[in-house]
T-cell receptor, first 111, second 112 residues
């Protein structure tokens, strides 16, 4: 079936440390993997995305890796800051018109 | 340019009633997707419309329906409301397949 699993559900890291969130997907035809950040009371916003023809993508402190064979993809945030505190969602396109989201990771940055 | 606009922002309805939510996408975006967000279930895909056609549908009962107009604005309707339908309903618009989806602020529906 169509499923995106996300771990962990909550994550607390010391400011300045790195945070890693992992996702797995079930549909081998998935070819687009966006990550969204949702701050409290706000709408989800895209922070980075990766397509299946790329294994890694980086944007400043944020990087995403994709392993198509294992159907795994991960979000890495380095040098975490207080404003990184939010809920992060991974997602995978099941088809051109359907994107399935993971259950979310609540990231807290400890001062 | 204006973002995705959802109306109304808040709604309180009684069990058994029906409700219609509206979503105006970013100008030029032809794809509109709808999601239900609850604390325990995350973001659940409801359906996606492109050029007035429903291209895909999630695993929700037939009480949930939608449509899209020629100007790409979309509505979703929930009939015979149940307490469990209480949630934040988000729509997202994009230019097309596998492109960034921009979310609206959502409509918070409370069923009492």
């Amino acid at each position: 079936g169509e499923n995106v699993e996300q771990h962990p559900s909550t994550l607390s890291v010391q400011e300045g440390d790195s945070a890693v969130i992992k996702c797995t997907y079930s549909d081998s035809a998935s070819n687009y993997f966006p990550w969204y950040k949702q701050e409290l009371g706000k709408r989800p916003q895209l922070i980075i995305d990766i397509r299946s023809n790329v294994g890694e993508k980086k944007d400043q402190r944020i990087a995403v890796t994709l392993n198509k064979t294992a159907k795994h993809f991960s979000l890495h945030i380095t040098e975490t800051q207080p404003e990184d505190s939010a809920v992060y969602f991974c997602a995978a396109s099941i088809s051109a018109s359907k994107i399935i989201f993971g259950s979310g990771t609540r990231l807290s940055i400890r001062p | 340019k204006a973002g995705v606009t959802q109306t109304p922002r808040y709604l309180i309805k009684t069990r058994g009633q029906q409700v219609t939510l509206s979503c105006s996408p970013i100008s030029g975006h032809r794809s509109v997707s709808w999601y239900q967000q609850t604390p325990g279930q995350g973001l659940q895909f409801l359906f996606e419309y492109f050029s007035e056609t429903q291209r895909n549908k999630g695993n929700f009962p037939g009480r949930f329906s939608g449509r899209q107009f020629s100007n790409s604005r979309s509505e979703m309707n929930v009939s015979t409301l149940e307490l469990g339908d209480s949630a934040l309903y988000l729509c997202a618009s994009s230019r097309g397949s596998n492109t960034e989806a921009f979310f609206g602020q959502g409509t918070r529906l409370t069923v009492v």
